[in-house]
């Protein structure tokens, strides 16, 4: 199944989620209107929102309450990307230019700001206590991931635990709670809001797992992100760390500097050592693992062609190819 197909099963709730996404950006302040407009323009996969109406269908409910959770579950991770622009210093995001390329760092960091606050007024309007405690443990967690992300920059000795534990809150923690609010809305017993979770939380580490195999092999023109993008801002993924484990001293030395300086200069022979070392077939195994996990996890669930569609999400996320 593609991800078009996947998208078919819930095409009428991803239009209301667009729906609701579009009115819930508005503002009476001017500034905050253009960068919304940049943002929802700049597209995306919006594979968070799917997850969430998916989970919803797959267990027997479609009220608005999971339409406007898949919304504010990408205004969490829309203000997460821009706030990342800004520490990052990116340029292009999905292809084209960054909200903090086109109206400044300090812009971008405030409409974040307004994007993050807003979420949780959608989150309040639900009036579900369990719903609010989900998203603000998972805001935070996520907040620590991105610190985490920052200690870790510019540091060769980051290991495969500290990398993984940073995906796991930065990424997986908001597909977790996407899944598990899905099924708290349609009073889903405990056992099938645990299973959820846990799916939710697999796949997003397969996802990132495999974005990171894709920053040293895939189409920048296709993905809308430069090759390289990681190494050039010195983050050690775990294609990176595993090459220096198993490099030769040479390779390690130019691997460790890189991490230690950012940029480019080296970009060709450390793809080629990371390559040499077998570090993109490792992390994308430990990508499948995950995504088996994921598949485990929805036996909680009955069948349904919405299974069918978690079922297949769990599968594109180790497939994607930008």
Same mark, same amino acid.
């Given at each position: 199944?593609?991800?078009?197909?996947?998208?078919?099963?819930? !095409?009428?709730?991803?239009?209301?989620?667009?729906?609701?996404? !579009?009115?819930?950006?508005?503002?009476?302040?001017?500034?905050?209107?253009?960068?919304?407009?940049?943002?929802?323009?700049?597209?995306?996969? =919006?594979?968070?929102?799917?997850?969430?109406?998916?989970?919803?269908?797959?267990?027997?409910?479609?009220?608005?309450?999971?339409?406007?959770?898949?919304? &504010?579950?990408?205004?969490?991770?829309?203000?997460?990307?821009?706030?990342?622009?800004?520490?990052?210093?990116?340029?292009?995001? #999905?292809?084209?230019?960054?909200?903090?390329?086109?109206?400044? *760092?300090?812009?971008?960091?405030?409409?974040?700001? &307004?994007?993050?606050? #807003?979420?949780?007024?959608?989150?309040?309007?639900?009036?579900?206590?369990?719903?609010?405690?989900?998203?603000?443990?998972?805001? *935070?967690?996520?907040?620590?991931?991105?610190?985490?992300?920052?200690? *870790?920059?510019?540091?060769?000795?980051?290991?495969?635990? !500290?990398?993984?534990?940073?995906?796991?809150?930065?990424?997986?923690?908001? &597909?977790?709670?996407?899944?598990?609010?899905?099924? %708290?809305?349609?009073?889903?017993?405990?056992?099938?809001?645990?299973?959820?979770?846990?799916?939710?939380?697999? %796949?997003?580490?397969?996802?990132?797992?495999?974005?990171?195999?894709?920053?040293? #092999?895939? *189409?920048?023109?296709? !993905?809308?992100?430069?090759?390289?993008?990681?190494?050039?801002?010195?983050?050690?993924?775990?294609?990176?760390?595993?090459?220096? =484990?198993?490099?030769?001293?040479?390779? =390690?030395?130019?691997?460790?500097?890189?991490?230690?300086?950012?940029?480019?200069?080296?970009?060709?022979?450390?793809?080629?050592?990371?390559?040499?070392?077998?570090?993109?077939?490792?992390?994308?195994?430990?990508?499948?693992?995950?995504?088996?996990?994921?598949?485990?996890?929805?036996?909680?669930?009955?069948?349904?062609?919405?299974?069918?569609?978690?079922?297949?999400?769990?599968? &594109?996320?180790?497939?994607?190819?930008?």
């Amino acid at each position: 199944m593609t991800l078009e197909e996947i998208r078919a099963l819930v !095409r009428t709730d991803l239009q209301a989620v667009d729906q609701v996404i !579009r009115a819930r950006l508005k503002s009476a302040v001017p500034l905050v209107d253009q960068i919304a407009e940049h943002i929802i323009a700049g597209g995306g996969k =919006r594979l968070r929102p799917l997850l969430v109406v998916l989970a919803g269908r797959a267990c027997g409910h479609d009220s608005p309450a999971v339409q406007e959770s898949a919304a &504010f579950i990408e205004f969490i991770h829309t203000a997460t990307l821009l706030h990342d622009d800004v520490v990052d210093g990116s340029s292009m995001r #999905r292809g084209r230019d960054t909200a903090n390329e086109v109206f400044g *760092n300090q812009a971008s960091v405030l409409v974040g700001d &307004f994007v993050y606050s #807003r979420a949780f007024q959608m989150m309040a309007a639900l009036k579900s206590q369990r719903v609010i405690e989900i998203m603000a443990d998972a805001t *935070n967690v996520i907040a620590e991931g991105e610190v985490l992300q920052l200690m *870790n920059a510019h540091d060769p000795e980051t290991t495969e635990q !500290r990398y993984l534990e940073v995906i796991h809150r930065k990424t997986a923690r908001l &597909f977790q709670a996407g899944a598990e609010v899905a099924a %708290v809305l349609a009073g889903s017993p405990v056992a099938v809001q645990q299973a959820l979770a846990a799916y939710g939380r697999h %796949v997003g580490t397969a996802y990132q797992l495999m974005d990171d195999v894709l920053d040293y #092999r895939s *189409n920048p023109v296709e !993905r809308g992100k430069n090759l390289g993008d990681d190494l050039a801002e010195g983050k050690p993924t775990l294609p990176l760390i595993h090459a220096l =484990r198993h490099a030769d001293p040479a390779q =390690r030395a130019a691997i460790r500097l890189a991490i230690e300086n950012g940029g480019l200069a080296q970009l060709e022979p450390i793809v080629a050592a990371i390559e040499s070392t077998g570090g993109l077939e490792y992390t994308a195994q430990l990508a499948q693992n995950e995504s088996d996990r994921a598949l485990a996890a929805l036996a909680a669930l009955p069948e349904s062609p919405y299974r069918a569609g978690l079922t297949a999400l769990a599968r &594109f996320a180790v497939a994607h190819t930008t």
